[in-house]
């Protein structure tokens, strides 16, 4: 039990539609990033959240867009979205150490 | 730019050690890392080793780190069935903030 949440478990999307997806951590962690992880593949970095501010950015294009709360809660936006943006997308708070259980966007 | 690279597949037999292998290529890299995870759900962190350390022991888990070789590995001694899962090694740098580099996943099948 990490105490990080995510919802929802799992979507369907299709082609060019926007999506948001939510991570809920335990208080007092002010870090939260986000990971996409493919089939098959290791998590990729997407950004990272410090004090509701963005705090570096892995090499993903603009249509993903995050946002962090004072309650440390965060979400992920993604618009327009590809049919290569199916995958399994995963919250990370204190310095990654925590993982959420992730959710499974599929875009058909 | 980093790179992990880890072997895909690993086979033992209940009760055997298991070694799960990794390599990485940046030099700057300040902690590594092991995550498990298992069918269906998010990443659990087994264990982490900060770069100046050669070794780490946490119950069944070994943790070796030769910095020279850039080479990582994770024994488990006596595996067990509930230990077949994938396994992440991953790192962060001094010049990577807190982002995670992760390797492609060694998936450990465990065989009666």
């Known amino acids: 039990e990490t105490g990080v949440t995510q919802s929802p478990t799992h979507l369907i999307k299709t082609r060019g539609q926007q999506v948001t997806l939510r991570c809920s951590s335990q208080s007092g962690h002010n870090t939260v990033s986000w990971y996409q992880q493919a089939l098959g593949q290791g998590p990729q970095f997407i950004f990272q959240?410090?004090?509701?501010?963005?705090?570096g950015r892995g090499n993903f294009p603009p249509r993903f867009s995050g946002l962090q709360f004072p309650n440390y809660s965060s979400e992920l936006n993604v618009n327009a979205l590809e049919l290569d943006d199916s995958a399994l997308y995963l919250c990370?708070?204190?310095?990654?150490?925590?993982f959420g259980p992730g959710t499974r966007l599929t875009v058909l | 730019g980093e790179d992990v690279e880890q072997s895909l597949f690993l086979s033992v037999r209940e009760g055997d050690s298991s070694v799960i292998n990794c390599t990485y290529t940046d030099s700057s890299s300040t902690y590594l890392y092991w995550y498990k995870q298992e069918p269906g759900a998010g990443l659990q962190l087994l264990t982490y080793i900060f770069s100046n350390m050669d070794m780490k022991q946490d119950q069944r888990l070994t943790v070796l780190l030769n910095k020279k070789d850039k080479h990582l590995s994770l024994r488990i001694a006596d595996t067990q069935t509930g230990d077949s899962a994938i396994y992440f090694c991953a790192e962060t740098s001094t010049g990577g903030g807190n982002k995670l580099t992760f390797g492609t996943g060694t998936q450990l099948k465990v065989e009666l």
């Open positions: 959240y410090y004090r509701e501010e963005e705090n």
């Open positions: 990370a708070s204190a310095t990654a150490q925590y």
